[in-house]
């Protein structure tokens, strides 16, 4: 499991461009925590999950929440994302878990109320372009 997890950006470097207050980081950590105590305990003998979570004991925040031994599952949550483009924009985030399988689908969102759905459609617009001022 590469860099492109989200345990390991939390607990091992950072969530690129996403902001949270303390309040909610700690709960996103406790939450992803107890999600992959509960998915360990689904697959004992996973080579993978075993390194994963030996490499996530580097991290101290990961090896407190991991003490305690907490098991659950991650469903949603808020994010604030900074883009460098249209600024910030507020999303939701959900989890949609399959019945008969282990595959989940992360959906995001734009927070109501906002003008996140603006940002995104600016973005869909724009595509890859950069937004600079002219010279």
């Not at 979570?53 to 991650?74: D, T």
């Amino acid at each position: 499991m590469g860099d492109r997890n989200v345990l390991v950006w939390r607990f091992l470097g950072e969530l690129p461009r996403v902001r949270q207050t303390a309040a909610e980081r700690a709960a996103f950590e406790e939450s992803l925590v107890a999600d992959l105590r509960a998915t360990t305990s689904r697959y004992l003998d996973d080579p993978d999950l075993a390194v994963l979570v030996s490499r996530l004991n580097l991290g101290p925040r990961f090896c407190e929440l991991w003490s305690r031994r907490a098991v659950g599952g991650h469903k949603s949550a808020y994010k604030i994302v900074e883009h460098p483009d249209v600024g910030d924009i507020a999303m939701n985030s959900d989890i949609l878990n399959t019945q008969d399988t282990n595959l989940r689908l992360v959906v995001y969102t734009p927070q109501p109320d906002t003008d996140a759905r603006s940002k995104l459609e600016l973005l869909a617009t724009i595509g890859v372009q950069r937004l600079s001022p002219q010279a």
